[in-house]
């Protein structure tokens, strides 16, 4: 009974500290985030033609806590939507903030991505009671894209202050006369599109010649402003900052891109005929690791491979099955010494001067074999007489890429400097991403056509052409909105058309790869079309043509094929695998074999594979709304 007693004062203090804690939390928060209030905020703004505007603001607080000084801080993106003569649309544009000042008071100033802050005060003092500051800042902002008219949008009373404000005074004085009929005003939160009723009677304003008055009556909560626009004849400001200079600098250099890749490509990329020659066996000396290069250009795992197949047929291993997943090869003979480079590099690293080896226990280990094999097999064709591709092919290719990186990090950093957005940064970062992709596996799809199926190419396309048309499409439009220029947009699109169609076709041949690669063609079609009779024949005059065939095949992606069309054709297992209880296959059936073959390529396929650890936006909206003109920001104290 104590213990349950005892166990019940525990939960109640329980309750309790929940309850004190729940209650006293918004009290503390509230504390925290004031301090202070703001007994008299004078702003004047003096607007010059040129769309500049000059802001001096007095700040009268009182501190109720200790604290070093206030800070300030000025929103420099703005974006809105106004009609034009013709429809409704976006205006995106920026500010610079010059000519920062504070009179009496040291400060320090801050360049944030999307604001400037200026923090007032010092860190060694301390402050409590009334403190007046006085602050000048210069604004420029971009010439006005509006059709029909110009407009002063601007937030004249911060609406991200962390303390009331009792009362405001904002005197904006224009350099010529305006309508004072076209003046609208909003009073709320940032994002309101309309006056918050329980506010908009707080505020009131009158206009004296070229100077709109803006005063305050009655207290102002945080996160309260006040927004202005005024709308104005077109024409009336004048010589205002333009982004010209970052258009015509695009101009230039989407145009060079797009020159520059097409160059390249026609000097590298332009292919010979080739010409397909009827084949029965693959290229005389070239084995099948040496096709898969000669068909793409790269030295694939699938490659690799390939060489058990073919050594084990050439009699130089054997291959046991243990049980469905686990293979086990066995060297039978060394190596001769006229054997090639990378045949000795795949070998020696298979067995590591063992006799048999599992193919489990390659796991990881054999990576490295198999990029040395990879590298070796590449060097057999660099001599002259014998490169399958011409020297500038790897070498244009990389020059296309780097000229892409160039094109989209100059449109990036302009973007980013005109517009002085995060998201737009991280926007264009993400089209570039997907427009890489799209590269990547238009290139695969190219390369690789005559070693995917039929079915592989078509997704790779599919893959391709998918996002290479959302990457373009999202960078027209990302493009025509923000800039507002047609043709730039268009040029954007035509560098990164030309540099998909350079890089995808840049793989040209030298006439000795065209020749070898009409046989290779040739002989694929071959197993591709040939019919029962004539296979027949062929194992009839040599029985291990089926086998010898086989790796070629496999590098091929036709290895299934192949062994179909054997179905119904007498041919004698193997000499080179054992099976499960470690004979020689006496009965056969081909496409039980070719099961056998599949689950040991894949065993040894994935033995070439280091594991890889995983490594552990926002929107605004559009419309006339508070917080919507350039300026404002906000206030806080530290």
Not at 226 to 250: E, Q, R
Not at 420 to 425: G, K, P, V
Request: charged share 25%; glycine share 8%; hydrophobic share 40%.
């Amino acid at each position: 009974m104590s213990r349950l007693n005892s166990n019940s004062r525990k939960l109640s203090l329980f309750f309790v500290i929940l309850f004190l804690g729940t209650f006293l939390m918004p009290l503390t928060r509230v504390n925290a985030q004031g301090g202070y209030e703001v007994k008299d905020y004078k702003i004047d703004i003096n607007v010059n033609e040129n769309a500049s505007a000059y802001f001096a603001e007095k700040i009268d607080v009182n501190f109720m806590e200790y604290r070093h000084g206030i800070y300030r801080w000025i929103t420099l993106p703005i974006k809105w939507k106004v009609k034009d003569a013709n429809n409704n649309k976006t205006i995106y544009s920026s500010i610079k903030v010059d000519n920062i000042a504070v009179v009496s008071d040291p400060y320090k100033i801050e360049n944030k991505i999307e604001h400037k802050i200026i923090k007032i005060g010092d860190k060694d003092k301390n402050i409590i009671g009334n403190k007046s500051y006085k602050l000048s800042y210069l604004t420029k902002l971009y010439e006005d894209k509006i059709d029909g008219y110009d407009q002063f949008y601007c937030n004249i009373l911060p609406f991200y202050n962390e303390a009331p404000v009792e009362n405001a005074e904002i005197n904006i004085v224009m350099p010529k006369k305006f309508d004072k009929d076209n003046i609208k005003l909003i009073v709320g939160s940032a994002g309101d599109t309309f006056s918050n009723p329980k506010y908009e009677k707080q505020v009131d304003y009158e206009v004296k010649g070229k100077t709109i008055i803006v005063k305050t009556h009655g207290k102002l909560p945080p996160k309260v402003g006040i927004t202005l626009a005024v709308k104005l004849p077109d024409g009336y400001f004048k010589d205002a900052m333009t982004n010209n200079l970052s258009v015509v600098l695009l101009y230039i250099i989407c145009g060079f891109i797009a020159l520059a890749v097409m160059a390249l490509w026609y000097k590298y990329g332009r292919d010979a005929k080739v010409v397909k020659t009827v084949e029965f066996e693959p290229p005389e000396d070239i084995t099948s690791a040496e096709l898969g290069y000669i068909i793409d250009g790269h030295v694939d795992q699938k490659d690799i491979v390939s060489l058990l197949f073919y050594f084990a047929q050439q009699g130089y291993l054997d291959i046991r099955q243990e049980d469905k997943q686990e293979f086990t090869v066995i060297k039978k003979k060394e190596l001769p010494p006229g054997s090639k480079r990378y045949e000795f590099a795949f070998f020696n690293g298979l067995f590591k001067g063992r006799n048999e080896v599992r193919l489990s226990e390659l796991s990881g280990s054999f990576y490295y074999t198999s990029q040395l094999t990879g590298e070796l097999i590449e060097s057999e064709f660099e001599s002259k007489g014998k490169r399958i591709f011409p020297s500038g092919v790897s070498f244009s290719r990389v020059a296309v890429s780097l000229l892409d990186i160039f094109g989209f990090g100059v449109i990036g950093l302009l973007s980013f400097f005109a517009f002085r957005r995060l998201w737009l940064l991280i926007g264009l970062g993400v089209i570039f991403t997907v427009f890489v992709l799209g590269m990547f596996f238009g290139i695969q799809a190219q390369d690789k056509y005559h070693s995917y199926t039929k079915k592989k190419t078509l997704l790779v396309n599919a893959i391709s052409l998918g996002t290479m048309a959302i990457s373009m499409i999202a960078m027209f439009f990302t493009v025509k909105i923000y800039f507002d220029n047609i043709i730039l947009a268009v040029l954007v699109l035509a560098m990164m058309g030309t540099s998909y169609f350079s890089l995808r076709f840049m793989q040209s041949r030298t006439r000795y790869g065209t020749e070898l690669f009409g046989k290779i063609l040739g002989f694929k079609e071959f197993i591709r079309i040939a019919e029962k009779d004539r296979l027949e024949k062929m194992v009839e005059s040599n029985p291990e043509y089926f086998y010898n065939v086989l790796p070629y095949a496999y590098v091929m992606g036709l290895s299934k094929k192949w062994c179909k069309k054997f179905e119904g054709i007498t041919m004698e297992p193997p000499t080179w695998w054992i099976g499960s209880y470690g004979t020689r296959l006496d009965m056969f059936d081909v496409m039980i074999f070719y099961s056998m073959f599949n689950s040991c390529s894949r065993n040894f396929d994935s033995a070439m594979n280091i594991p890889i650890s995983d490594g552990g936006f926002f929107s605004d909206g559009g419309g006339f709304s508070v917080g919507g003109g350039f300026g404002g920001g906000g206030m806080g104290s530290w």
